[in-house]
């Protein structure tokens, strides 16, 4: 009866106001998911936005532009690196002038976290496992942290972390400052490398164009992206092991820890290149105490269609090099060959990371 009578006066109080103001009152953008943020316990203590360890621009970035739209709501957050960050994000953070998180390579038990590009134990910050993990925004297939239980997983199939934060952005409403445009267009840049890899979807189309424009980059985002990705390849002054772990992830699956580099080399370079990988490959297995060690490396050759400057090389297959037990049966199941040579496979199709880790995944569970 009371709940009657104060439903009626509620909606009395509500039609009073609006006649003083004729526009429909419109539900607050992001309603939802401003009422689940709310009833999180975020406990006292600052929670730390990580993306994956190794990070890559996307990884950094993403973090970066998370841990500012939650502080944005009202949170305490703020984004940390797990290791050192590559090349291709120390050139971008300096062309576009923002700055990088710090570095933290371990977090305390019962540590808050935000994980951002990466959904596996292998990939976070030490200590993770730990740790309370209050959401993952991520583009990639579910890892071994599993979703269930954790408060609020957005997982989008699409080109990189960083449109899934955009699109988060304009669900709520909230404007992006230039600052954040050009983080959230870093990592969109770098993990679709301008919307030409396999893995872009149209709305990283949209984000970009929407961010190019904000930023007034039309004339100059060829060039940047051009940039970024010649930091990326370029392993100058690097030891074979440094190279080897530039763009590296690890794994658990079906029980096996394994890891995964990701490389690239010119082909008239690429026989020295792959028995210089293959040295270092006995060491990293200890080191990161893996079962199974293996590295894609895309074979480089100049573009005969020397017009087009965005494109100066083309992928002409992959070389897949193995290390480990059982990492021979493994190599030769994703590659569907026999291999070349001892550690050493070759695919005539172009292999991504995500594929690879699909088909070992079929493998080995
Ligand atoms: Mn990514």
């Known amino acids: 009866m009371l709940a009657a009578i104060l439903t009626i006066c509620g909606s009395f109080v509500f039609t009073s106001c609006s006649t003083d103001n004729d526009d429909m009152v419109e539900p607050e953008p992001g309603a939802e998911f401003r009422a689940k943020l709310k009833s999180f316990d975020w406990g006292v203590d600052t929670t730390y936005v990580y993306g994956h360890k190794t990070p890559d621009v996307d990884a950094v970035c993403s973090a970066l532009?998370?841990?500012k739209l939650m502080r944005t709501l009202g949170y305490n957050c703020k984004a940390k690196v797990s290791s050192d960050i590559?090349?291709?994000t120390a050139y971008i953070a300096g062309e576009f002038g923002f700055k990088l998180p710090e570095l933290k390579s371990s977090v305390a038990p019962q540590t808050r976290l935000i994980l951002t590009d990466h959904s596996d134990y292998a990939q976070c910050v030490d200590g993770a496992k730990e740790a309370i993990i209050l959401q993952k925004i991520d583009h990639h297939i579910e890892g071994n942290i599993p979703d269930a239980g954790i408060p609020y997983v957005r997982r989008e199939m699409i080109g990189s972390t960083c449109t899934i934060i955009y699109e988060m952005y304009k669900e709520l409403g909230i404007g992006i400052d230039d600052e954040t445009a050009k983080i959230l267009l870093a990592g969109l840049l770098s993990d679709t490398r301008n919307l030409t890899k396999p893995a872009t979807q149209y709305k990283d189309?949209?984000?970009l164009s929407a961010l190019v424009a904000q930023l007034h980059l039309e004339n100059k985002v060829t060039?940047?992206?051009?940039?970024?990705?010649?930091?990326?390849n370029n392993y100058f002054g690097m030891t074979d092991s440094e190279i080897f772990l530039s763009d590296y992830k690890g794994y658990d699956i079906g029980g096996k820890a394994i890891g995964i580099g990701s490389l690239d080399c010119m082909a008239t370079e690429m026989e020295d290149f792959i028995s210089r990988m293959l040295a270092v490959m006995p060491q990293v297995l200890s080191d990161k105490e893996l079962d199974m060690l293996f590295a894609k490396i895309d074979n480089k050759i100049p573009n005969p269609d020397e017009s087009n400057p965005d494109d100066l090389f083309l992928d002409d297959g992959t070389y897949f090099i193995y290390f480990?037990?059982?990492?021979k049966a493994v190599a030769e199941s994703v590659i569907g060959q026999a291999s070349l040579s001892e550690g050493v496979t070759y695919s005539k199709e172009k292999l991504g990371?995500?594929?690879i880790v699909a088909k070992i995944t079929e493998k080995l569970q």
Request: proline share 0%; glycine share 8%.
């Open 223 to 232: 060039e940047i992206s051009r940039q970024m990705s010649q930091a990326s």
């Open 353 to 355: 990371r995500k594929a």
């Open 65 to 67: 532009a998370y841990a």
């Open 324 to 327: 480990g037990e059982g990492a």
């Open 205 to 207: 189309s949209v984000a």
């Open 86 to 88: 590559n090349r291709e």
